[in-house]
C-alpha cells in the first residue's frame, strides 16, 4: 500500500472514530429514527413480484416467443393441470366435467376452465375419429350385442341381466356376442362386493371399447387461475379453492383420485416447501449462529451489539430496495441472507479486535478507535470489493439478479457505515469492564499455529496440483436447467407431473409451434412429424375426421340396427327382488354346469356360482344397503354409457368452417396464427431426451415454446449472466485492488485463495454430483465475497498490523476470519436437511464454499506471503 493512501485513510479514520465516540447517543438516536422511518416506508411501500417469468430480460427470444403464444392464445397460459383418475372411464368422464363445471363457476378464483378431450362436439362425432377398420370393429361387436342391449332396455335390473345371460348360456335365444369379459367382470364386481370394496362394472370397456370418450382412465382439466403476484403465494386463493372443490368430489366419489400439476401448481407448492423448510432451518440457524458468535466473542455485550447492528442493516437496507426498486422477487428476497453473511464479518473483526485491544489494557475509547483504525481499512477495502462483485449483475439479463446485486451492493456500503459508526457507539454503551484474553488462544497446540509457515512448500506445491486437478474436473460442471429437479419429489405436483411427462398424449412438456398460414403449417407438422424425437404432432386439420363418408354409413347402420333402445335406459323400471334374482341366476348355473360340464365358460360359471352364494349368506346380514349396492355397481353406469353411444350416432359430416369456436379458439387465434402442438416421442423425465427434443425441434422452427425451452433457455441465460458477472466483478476487484494497494503480490495475496476455493468448491460439486441449479447458483455472490473479504482481512493483517512476536493465527484478524465463516456456515449448512431439493443443494454448495474458502485464506495465503515464525 502506498504511504499516501495509508496516511489519507488514517487521518480520516481517526477523525471518523473521534466523532463517534463525542456523540454516541446522538448518533444511536438519529439512527433510530431514520430505521423507523425506513421500517414505516418499507412496510407500507415494498411490494412483492413472484411472476418467475420476469426475472429475466423480456427481451430475450425465448421470452418474446412465449409473451406471443400467450398473447395468441391466452386460455392455455398460465395455467394449472388437473389429473382425473377413477376406476373406469365412465367414472373419470363424469368426475373431470363435474370438476370443470364446479372450478367453472368460481369466477372469481379462475378465468377458464376446459377439459381438452371432453365437449359436446367431440360427444357427438367421437365415432369419427376412428380408423374405418377400428369403427368396422367396434359396429360389428355393438352389432353383435344388440339383442343383449334389447332386453336389457326393457328389463334394466339384475334380474333381467341374469335372465339374458341365461338364455345364451343355454342357446335359447343365442347371442353371438363373447360372454366370458361379461362374467369375468361379474366376478370382479362380487369380489369387490365381498370384500367390501366398492367396484363399478365399466360397460363401455365390455359394449365399446372405450371408444366413446377417453380411451384411458385418466382425463386432463386445464384451469386458469387468477394470479396476485403482489403475494407471496400469489395462485394461493385458486389454488386452494380447487382443493376444497376437489375434496368435495372426492368424497362424494370414494374411488376418484384427482392430483393438481402444472407451472403455477409446481411454483406454488415450490414455494410451501420452501417457506415450510426454511421455518426449521432458520430455528436451527439461529441457534448455531448464536452459539458460533458467542464462541467467537465470549460477550453477551459484544453479541447484543453485533445483532444490533445487523438488524439496523437490514432495515436501512430494505428501504433502500424500496425507494430504489419498489419490489423484491423470489431471488432479491435473498438479500438479507447476504447482508446477514457478509455484515456479520464486518462486525466480528470490529468486535474482535476491539476486545483484544480491551485485553491488552487499553481504555474503552482508546480501544474503539484503535479497532477503527487497524480494521476500518480492511472493511472499507472489502465493502468496495464485494459491492463492485454485486453491482457486477446490474447489467445481465437475469433481471432477478441484477436487482439482487443493486440491493446488496448498496447493503455493503450500508454495512460499511453501520460498522464504522454505529456499532462503535453501541460499544460506548456496552462497554466491556474486565477483559481477559481469549481462552483459546493459549490452548492452540503450537505446530496448528505454525503449520502454514513451517510447511509453507509443502502447501505451495498441492495448492498447484489441487488448482490443476480441479480445472480438470471442473470440464465435468453442469447446470441443470430442468426446474423440476429443485422441488421436493414428494409433493403431488411434482411427482405428478414426472408421471405425466413419461406420456406420449399428456406431457407438459409438450411445445408450441406458430404459423401465420394454413398451408404453412401443414407443411411444418410434416417436418416436425418426420423427426425421431417427435410422436406426433396436432394443429386445426386435425379435428377434421377423415373419410367421412365411409364412416357415417357405418354408424348409420349401426344407428338402425341400436337407435330406438338406447334413450330407454333413463327411465322408471319395475322393482325386482335382488335377492331372489341372484338365488334363481345360482341354481341356473349350478343346472347348467351339471348338464354341460364342459362348456366353454365353465370356469368363469364355477367362480361365479361360489361367488354368488358367498355374497348372499354375506349379504343376509344387511340386506337393506348390500343388495341395493350390488345393482348400483354393476348395472350403475350403462344408462351413461348408452347415452354416450346414442349421442355418438348422431354424428354428422363437417368441415373445417364447422368446427366450434370454443374448440378452435385453442388452434387458431383472433390474428389467424395456427398452433401446432409437438408431442415428445420420449420420457421427458430424462434430461438428455428433454435436449434433444428442444434441440431437434428448434432446428426446424426456432420460434417454438413452451415449458422445457424456458427451462433450457433460462438455464443459459442465466449461466451466461454469471460468467460476465464474474468476470466482470473479477476484473474491477483486481484492478481496484492493484489501484488501492500498489501491490501485484499483496492483490495476488487475495485473489489466488479466492479462485482456488472457488476452483475447489467446483470440483467436489462436481465429485458430490451436485451440479448447478436455479437455486444454488445465487449463492455464488455471497461466496465470492466472503472469499475477497477474508484474503483481504488476513492480507491487511500481515502487512500493516502484524507483530513479529505474534502468530498470525492466534489474532483477532485470523479469529474474526475463522467465526465470520463458522457462523455463516452455521447460518446456512442446515439449508442442506431441507425437502426442497433446490435450497438443499444450496446449502451444500454454501456448506463446501465456506470452507474451502476457510482452508485457503487460513492456511494457503499465509503460505504464499513469505513471511516467517
Known sequence: MSDSSISSLDKFLGWWGYNVLRYPWTLLVFTLIICGSSFYYTFNNLGVNTNTAEMLSPDLPFQKNRKRIEAAFPHDAGSIILVVEAQTPEETSQAAIKLANALAAQKQHFNSVYIPTENDFFKQQALLYLEVDELEVLAAKLSDAQPFIGHLSQNFHLQGLFSIINEALNQKNSLPMDLEPLLNALNHSFDAQIRQQIYHLSWQELLASNKLNTESRRTIVIARPKMNFKEILPAELALTAARLTIKDLM??????????????????????????GSAIAGIVSLILVCSSLWFGLRSVKLLLATFLALIFGLILTAGFATIAIGHLNLISIAFAVLYIGLGVDYAIHLCLRYRECRASGMENNEAICESIHSVGFSIFLCALTTSLGFLAFIPTDYSGVSELGLISGAGMFIGLFISLTILPALLTLFSLKTVKPLPASGRTPLWLVNFPFHFSKPIKISAILFTIVSVIVLTQLTFDSNSINLRDPRSESVSTIKELLRSKTDSPYALSALSDNLKQAQQMAQNLNALP??????????????????????????DLILGSQLNQFNQVHEEIDTRQALVDFSSQIKQILQQQPQHLVALSLQKLQTNLQTFIVQADNNPVETYPALEENILGLLPYTMERLRTSLMATEYTLADLPRYLTQHWISNEGLYRILIMPADNQNVLENQLSFVKDVQAITPGVTGLSVADQASGDAIVKAFIEAFSGALIAIVLLLLLILRNIKNTLLVIFPLLLATLLTGASNVILNNPFNFANIIALPLLMGMGVDSGIHIMHRLHSNFDVNENLLQTSTARGVFFSSLTTMCSFSSLAFTPHVGTS???????????????????VLPAFSGKTV
Not at 251 to 276: C, D, F, K, Y
Request: aromatic residues 4%; charged residues 20%; proline residues 1%.
Open 251 to 276: 368424497l362424494q366419489i370414494p374411488t376418484l383420485n384427482i392430483r393438481i400439476t402444472g407451472e403455477i401448481a409446481l411454483e406454488h407448492e415450490e414455494l410451501e416447501s420452501v417457506t415450510e
Open 533 to 558: 424425437v417427435v410422436d406426433n404432432t396436432i394443429f386445426l386439420t386435425d379435428l377434421v375426421a377423415k373419410n367421412q363418408d365411409e364412416k357415417l354409413a357405418i354408424i348409420e347402420e349401426l
Open 841 to 859: 443443494s444450496m446449502g451444500l454448495l454454501l456448506a463446501l464454499g465456506i470452507f474451502f474458502t476457510l482452508i485457503c485464506t487460513l492456511i
